[in-house]
């Protein structure tokens, strides 16, 4: 069974006596130690970097990895030599986590090492694909014009990732707001309506009756219940992190859920098709980059599938012909691919399949939330008006015996 790797973060000593810290991946801190014993880093003290505390700086960096290549790529393309590039970009204000990296990056490069594998040791910051992309630009002197079209995918994709936010975000507040009414009514309203009802001295309806036995049951046991869905949630969120099996799992159900199911798989698509065509018109080979471009595929099921495509073309197929053999590429996917291998324009044809799986993206996610909105307002005016009519129900009885 293969060993499932984690996210450590340390600090240690660079070769020259400077405490240096950052993350890597290993499959134990033994092997991470050697990894970075290989890259001069000695006394290394390691933690676990994969916990709920951890990840989320580490996100919020690398949603800023489009504006740092985008000022860097302005830079170099205006003259300015990378370290003296490093030292406008720290005067130029920013968050603190981008002066940290850069004061790292300019130690590294300073000493010799490459702007690749200065960006390798920070990989809260950058993926493999987008190092392996700034190695192709050094070694062929467009390490500006790399850049550049990194700054692009990455706007792209946040860009996507925003209109995705932006969608969800009515519904869930919506949902939100539906939720804490009816635990307001439950936990406030109905205890009082229950006091009233006892000096009746009559026996109550049975919806009204179980509605008060559901608020009695949500007062006395409320907290527990918070308590048992929180550590479900953080147990869950582990799970799908440190687990490869959890995530494949997980990934295959939700693209079999109708319209959400078609949103992940274009989305999955776009960000394919776009990595894919930004690595090879880089000058990248396609089997490295399928390889690097897999993680980029944001589902796992889709990660799985693209390492298949690089297994494929590893036997002597063209990507086309692998491709068509999954079925999560859709037919368009394939021709496109096939007519850009036969006429020598694979990034173009690539760069025109991600714009359609994007906009496709736009119209699910419209129509997602078209039937979200609705379906949401129905079922929490049927839940807060099925509380308010179990409260009244007992008055309507007595009103009508008077």
Known sequence: MRQTTRLYAWQGIDANGARVTGQSEGRSPALVRAGLLRQGISNARLRPADGLGWRLPARREKADAAGFSRQLATLLKAGVPLLQAFEVMGRSGGDESLGKLLTRLKQDVAAGMGLADALQRQPGWFDRLYCNLVRVGEQ?????????????????????????????LYPALLLLTGLGVSA??????????????ASFGKALPAFTQWVIDLSTGFGLHGPWLLVVLLLLGVGGRQLYRRHAGARLWISRRALGIPLLGRLLGHAAMARFA????????????LLDALGTVAAASGASVHEQAILRLRQGMA?????HQAMAGERLFAPLLVQLTMIGESSGTLDQMLGKAASHYEEQVSQALDQLTGLLEPAIVLILGLLVGGLVVAMYLPIFQLGSLI
């Open 184 to 197: 307001l009514l439950l936990l406030e309203v109905v205890p009082r309506f229950e006091g009233l009802f």
């Open 140 to 168: 062929s002197g467009t390490l500006d014009g790399q850049l550049e079209q990194l700054a692009d995918m990455l706007e792209q994709r946040q860009a996507l990732q925003r209109r995705v936010r932006k969608a969800m």
């Open 315 to 319: 036997n002597g197929q063209a990507l």
């Open 274 to 285: 776009r990595s894919l065509g930004t690595a090879y018109s880089a000058g990248v080979p």
